[in-house]
């Protein structure tokens, strides 16, 4: 089973741009389809975006289409979570995780392995 350790997060004016990280351990990262998703105080969780095993098929939220991206680099068993023009409404904890399941991949609870989270708080 593979483990999870997000990075990246921090203060950020809005508008202004972070980029995530979320280090896999073990060999079978290329194995996981990998989400990323956000939590934000008093509200679930939610889906930001996911991508295949092998990069070519990607999904974001609504909410994010356009200003964020999200890639993986299976040699450094790494994804990524690029997001630019930033609002205040995206502030949350955000969780990577990596699921086996063909389908439904913005559904949290399709999802077995889970990092700790890093704190992302947009500043108007």
């Known amino acids: 089973q593979v483990q999870l350790v997000e990075s990246g997060g921090g203060l950020v004016q809005a508008g202004g741009s972070l980029r995530l990280s979320c280090a896999a351990s073990g060999r079978t990262f290329s194995s996981y389809v990998m989400g990323w998703f956000r939590q934000a105080p008093g509200k679930e969780r939610e889906f930001v975006a996911a991508?295949?095993?092998?990069?070519?098929?990607?999904y974001y939220a609504d909410s994010v289409k356009g200003r964020f991206t999200i890639s993986r680099d299976n040699a450094k068993n790494t994804v990524y979570l690029q997001m630019d023009s930033l609002k205040p409404e995206d502030t949350a904890v955000y969780y990577c995780?990596?699921?086996?399941?063909?389908?439904?991949?913005?559904?949290?609870?399709?999802?077995?392995?889970w990092g700790q989270g890093t704190q992302v708080t947009v500043s108007s």
């Open positions: 991508v295949s095993r092998n990069g070519l098929r990607i």
């Open positions: 995780a990596a699921t086996t399941f063909p389908t439904s991949w913005d559904t949290p609870r399709r999802y077995d392995t």
